[in-house]
């Protein structure tokens, strides 16, 4: 994937993800930080359950990319104390 692919990617599944845990959107810049980080720690989460990562700009990657994204924000909140859920 380019680079223009992941920050397409990144703002979609961290708009989404930030969405279902906080409300509210963290921002543009931080969604595409937020949605590339959870791209990296869904696809890791899914090659361990066997499944495929992201493979590309699809509705595929997009759901391995938000549930990434939920997890990342899940554990800053459990981190960091704050309570959102």
């Given at each position: 994937m380019g680079i223009i692919s992941w920050i397409i990617l990144g703002l979609i599944a961290g708009f989404i993800g930030s969405k279902i845990v906080n409300k509210t959107g963290q921002g543009m810049i931080m969604d595409i930080v937020?949605?590339?980080?959870g791209a990296i720690v869904g696809g890791l989460i899914f090659s361990a359950f066997g499944?495929?990562?992201v493979t590309?700009?699809?509705i595929w990657s997009l759901i391995v990319a938000v549930v990434g994204?939920?997890?990342?924000?899940w554990a800053y909140h459990q981190i960091s104390g704050k309570r959102t859920l």
């Open positions: 937020l949605g590339i980080v499944s495929a990562g590309g700009l699809n994204s939920i997890v990342v924000l």
